[in-house]
C-alpha cells in the first residue's frame, strides 16, 4: 500500500505566512490595548473591548463630554486653544477616583514653553497619578490635560511622540554602551534614521556624557545613569 503525500507549494506557504502575520500582528496589537497590567505593572491606559469602533481612536471626530455643561465644554476648548497656540501644557479640572480613594480632585496649572516646572508634595498627594495621566499610563476621571494643544484623553498617541518621561528607576541595559541605550531609545520614539547620530550626540553632550558614550552602562555612577536616563528622555 502506497500513500503519497503532496506538501503544499511554495506559493501556498507564503499565503499561509502572510496570513499568519496578519492575524498575530493584530492579536498583539488588540491584547496591547485592552490588556496592560502585567504581574502587577501596568503598561498603560487600557482600552474597552470595543475601542476601535470609537472613532476618536481614529482620529475622526471629538469626544462628547456626558455630563458636562456648555461653559465646561467652552472652557476646556479655550484651554485647548490656548495650549495650542502657544505649546504649552494646561491641566483644566483634572480629576482621578479609585473605589476608595480620590487620588486628583480637580486640578487645574499651566506649564509654559521653555519654563522648568517643579511639583511639590507630600507622599499620597496625587503626584506620580498626575505625571501617569500625562504620559498614558492611567486614564483620568474628569477633567483634560492638553500638550500643545493635543488632548490626554483623545490624542495620546501624538502627545507620546513628542514626550519623554525619566521615571524614579533607571531603565537602563546596563551591558550596552551609554550611546547604544540613548540611540534604541531614540529610535522607538521615531527618530529619524538620517538625523538618529546628531540626536544622540546633541543629547549626550546635553548631560555631559559625551565623553563617556562609548562606555557599558554599568561602569557608570549613580549619577551617571540618572543623567543617562534624562537623557534618552530628551
Not at 184 to 197: D, E, M, Y
Amino acid at each position: 500500500d502506497v500513500r503519497c503525500v503532496t506538501s503544499p507549494s511554495v506559493a501556498h506557504s507564503f499565503e499561509m505566512l502572510i496570513w499568519s502575520t496578519v492575524f498575530y500582528g493584530f492579536a498583539c496589537w488588540y491584547a496591547g490595548q485592552v490588556f496592560t497590567r502585567f504581574g502587577g505593572e501596568s503598561t498603560g491606559a487600557s482600552k474597552g473591548y470595543l475601542f476601535f469602533l470609537n472613532p476618536t481612536y481614529w482620529g475622526f471626530s471629538r469626544r462628547v463630554d456626558r455630563g458636562t455643561t456648555d461653559s465646561m465644554r467652552a472652557a476646556r476648548e479655550e484651554e485647548r486653544h490656548r495650549s495650542a497656540s502657544d505649546g504649552s501644557v494646561r491641566v483644566f479640572k483634572l480629576s482621578k477616583t479609585y473605589a476608595n480613594d480620590t487620588a486628583l480632585r480637580e486640578v487645574s496649572f499651566e506649564m509654559r514653553s521653555g519654563e522648568v516646572f517643579a511639583m511639590l508634595g507630600h507622599n499620597g498627594a496625587g503626584k506620580s497619578t498626575l505625571v501617569n495621566i500625562l504620559s498614558g499610563l492611567q486614564n483620568a476621571s474628569f477633567g483634560d490635560a492638553f500638550v500643545g494643544g493635543c488632548s490626554v484623553s483623545e490624542d495620546m498617541a501624538s502627545i507620546q511622540r513628542r514626550m519623554g518621561v525619566c521615571q524614579q528607576e533607571d531603565a537602563l541595559w546596563l551591558e550596552l554602551t551609554g550611546r547604544e541605550n540613548v540611540e534604541i531609545h531614540a529610535a522607538l520614539r521615531g527618530v529619524s534614521p538620517k538625523l538618529l547620530g546628531a540626536h544622540v550626540t546633541k543629547v549626550l553632550e546635553t548631560v555631559e556624557l559625551a565623553a563617556r558614550g562609548a562606555e557599558a552602562v554599568h561602569k557608570y555612577s549613580g549619577g551617571m545613569k540618572r543623567r543617562l536616563s534624562v537623557a534618552i528622555a530628551a
